[in-house]
């Protein structure tokens, strides 16, 4: 089961926001910022048009509450993450966290990939004033953790850059894996390919993988 796929839904208002922010999530996804409508948004929840303007008052405020979604939740598990920690314990599960997002929500991945690509636009001050910050926290803490020998010495962004690169791979590419692959990508397959990917990169920051990606 997905349970990220689902916004919290406990009254008739938030179970509305809900299917709104699945909805426009697909068509974002489908059509990019410029392409998608609030109409194809509210046809897909099943809602009037007014009711998706009452939630959000207009397409760039649903877009950006989608962005800024799926980057809290990617960075979520490593926002916690101290010069104090286990650097194998940390990045594995950051790298799960990552591919369990890519195989749960796949469109807000698209989604996101298509607003970088095409420059960032409606982002930039994001970017700036907390993105940038959260990158900079975390690079921090992966340059204390080479410090300390806990690590290889290699530059904290190309590791990060990576990690995205390689475990949002699997929801901005996933028609491309399903074709190469002869078949669509199951829980297990997605189990195995993690597995796989923490073991890559572990290894070659010179960690130990833990036993539960073994």
Known sequence: MCASKNYKETSIGELNRSKILNAAEKEFALHGFKGARVQQIAD???LPKTNVLYYFKSKESLYLALLED???LWN???DEATVGDDPAEVLAHYIADKMEISRC???ASKMF???IINGAPNLNKFFKDQHASWMAGRVDVIK???DQGKLVATDPH???FNIWATSQHYADFSIQI???RGKPMTQTDFSEATNNLVKLILTGCGLSVPTEFE
């Open 44 to 46: 897909r929840a099943e």
């Open 70 to 72: 799926i980057l809290r």
């Open 76 to 78: 979520s598990r490593f």
């Open 105 to 107: 929500r796949p469109d």
């Open 113 to 115: 990939a298509l607003e």
């Open 144 to 146: 204390q953790w080479i």
């Open 158 to 160: 190309y590791l990060l």
């Open 178 to 180: 399903n074709e190469l």
